[in-house]
Every structure is written in structure tokens, then in C-alpha cells.
């Protein structure tokens, strides 16, 4: 069965770099997510990418974080200067988005951990 | 906005029993969907009921879905020490739209 992968598993970082989080799809879906899950608490939905655009955005979403499929298969989340609030799980959600009734689950990948020291 | 929010937050049975997690959400939905995750692991997906729909199976696991009081229930059958997990309830609005994800239940079966 196809999986959403997704690299590094994890990453620790000083505070103000950059990092960028990797993800590869389930091919031939067409709706991509980034969620979030700070240790201990809920999973908060960061922003969601359709037809190579960003379709919607959470409030975390600030421009500080960027997103892109630079190659058409990869889809990665930046951040441009992590904070130390920014450690948590990052995980990548992908949706087949046809009008069946299965094509609305979102299958999510196993995470990124980030670590902001 | 709309928010899943499971209870019991904690719940704690043996092997063999049933296992009920309880969902409530605020606002109208197109679909939910339950996941399972194990600790410090990804999120696993479990079913989705979409909201025209009042009751689904997959294997030992049972969903209901009341639109009027916009609540949904998990029900695992025959629960074995494995089933040990959070259990997200999550709902979309639309289709194809972000998922709200309440705070989980924490399950431990007890040998």
C-alpha cells in the first residue's frame, strides 16, 4: 500500500536557522497539508497546497514558514528562522481528492520531530 | 470553529472488553475521521463517516455519526493489548478541506 514518507525523522537546529522538512506524497493524490503537533497537545493544521498554490492557512502560518513541490513530487515545508516554540511534530498529509467516497481521507506521513535548541 | 473534542481523555480496560471513545464537534461537517497514534508516532488512519452516513465497520472497529448532536463515537471490539493508543477524532467541513483535530483519547488495554 502507498505511503506518505517523510524526512529527516529528525531534526534538531539552533535557534534563527533555517530548516526545511521534506515530504514525498502518495502519487497521483492532489491535495497536500502540513500539520503540527507541539509534545502533549492536539494536531494544529498549518497550511494546505492544491494546484501548486496555497489554497489555506492557519494563523501559525506566518511569513516565516514557506511552502513548495519544487519538482513536482516533493512537498517541503521551510522555515526561515526557527523559533524555539517552532519544536514539535511536523507531520505531511496528503488527500486523493477525486469525487469518490474514499478520495477524502487524508493520509498523513510518519512526522518529522524538530527540535529547537 | 469547529472542534473535535473526544472523551472520555483517558480511558483504561482489559484485554477481551470494549473500548467506546466519544467525539463532539461545534459546527456542520462534511466528513470525520478517526485516527490511531501510537506514542511519539505518525498518525494512522482508521475510517472516515461522512456526514449523510449514520454508522460504519471496519473490522473491529465501529463509527456513529449524529449530525443533530454533532457527536460521533469509536467503538473497538474485542480490544487487545496493541489497540494501546491516542485515538484522534478529526472533522473537515468540505471535502477536501483542513482537518480539526480534537485532543484524543488515551487508550491503555491491560493484559
Known amino acids: 500500500e502507498p505511503e506518505v514518507t517523510q524526512t529527516p525523522s529528525h531534526q534538531v537546529t539552533q535557534m534563527g536557522q533555517e530548516v526545511i522538512l521534506r515530504c514525498v506524497p502518495i502519487s497521483n493524490h492532489l491535495y497536500f497539508y502540513w500539520y503540527r503537533q507541539i509534545l502533549g497537545q492536539k494536531v494544529e493544521f498549518l497550511v494546505s497546497f492544491y494546484n501548486n498554490e496555497i489554497s489555506e492557512k492557519s494563523e501559525i502560518f506566518d511569513d516565516q514558514f514557506s511552502v513548495e513541490r519544487p519538482d513536482g513530487s516533493n512537498f517541503t515545508l521551510k522555515i526561515r528562522s526557527t523559533k524555539l516554540e517552532d519544536s514539535a511534530m511536523y507531520f505531511c498529509?496528503?488527500?486523493?481528492?477525486?469525487?469518490?467516497?474514499?478520495?477524502?481521507?487524508?493520509?498523513f506521513g510518519p512526522g518529522t520531530r524538530l527540535t529547537v535548541t | 470553529s469547529q472542534q473535535g473534542e473526544e472523551d472520555p481523555q483517558a480511558l483504561s480496560i482489559q484485554e477481551g472488553e470494549n473500548a467506546t471513545m466519544n467525539c463532539s464537534y461545534k459546527t456542520s461537517i462534511n466528513n470525520l475521521q478517526w485516527y490511531r497514534q501510537n506514542s511519539g508516532r505518525g498518525l494512522v488512519h482508521l475510517i472516515l463517516?461522512?456526514?449523510?452516513?449514520r454508522e460504519k465497520h471496519s473490522g473491529r472497529l465501529r463509527v456513529t455519526l449524529d449530525t443533530s448532536k454533532k457527536s460521533s463515537s469509536l467503538l473497538i471490539t474485542a480490544s487487545r493489548a496493541a489497540d494501546t493508543a491516542s485515538y484522534f477524532c478529526a472533522t473537515a467541513s468540505e471535502g477536501a478541506q483542513k482537518l480539526v483535530f480534537g485532543q484524543g483519547t488515551r487508550l491503555t488495554i491491560n493484559p
Open positions: 498529509a496528503n488527500l486523493l481528492g477525486l469525487a469518490t467516497t474514499s478520495s477524502y481521507e487524508q493520509y
Open positions: 463517516i461522512r456526514s449523510n452516513e
